[in-house]
């Protein structure tokens, strides 16, 4: 369960960090322009992905919690 939990937060901290790229709040990264028309252009297909991704793990990341609980074992926790 704390392997679950450091991938949720890995993964929260991750969106934030592209959102505030997406949003203009981090700048000087190579190859995100500055204006925010274009920015959002290219940043919003990957954004996209990167949530889809991020729901999708957490998806199967809570099937594993409760397969675990359901099944009467206790977790493995591994070190991260």
């Known amino acids: 369960m704390t392997n679950l939990w450091a ?3 890995d993964q ?11 949003n203009g709040e981090i700048k000087g990264y190579s190859g995100v322009p500055i204006d925010k028309d274009e ?3 290219k940043l919003k297909p990957k954004m996209i992905q990167l949530i ?4 999708q ?3 199967e ?11 009467g ?4 926790i591994e070190a991260s």
Do not use: H, W
């Not at 929260?12 to 997406?22: F, G, H, K, Q, V």
């Not at 074992?73 to 493995?76: I, L, S, V």
């Open 12 to 22: 929260i901290y991750l969106l934030r960090t592209a959102l505030d790229i997406y």
């Open 73 to 76: 074992e206790k977790p493995k």
């Open 39 to 41: 920015r959002e252009k």
């Open 52 to 55: 889809e991704d991020g729901v």
């Open 7 to 9: 991938k949720a937060v």
């Open 57 to 59: 793990m957490m998806i």
């Open 61 to 71: 990341s809570s099937k594993s919690a409760s397969l675990v609980q359901n099944s």
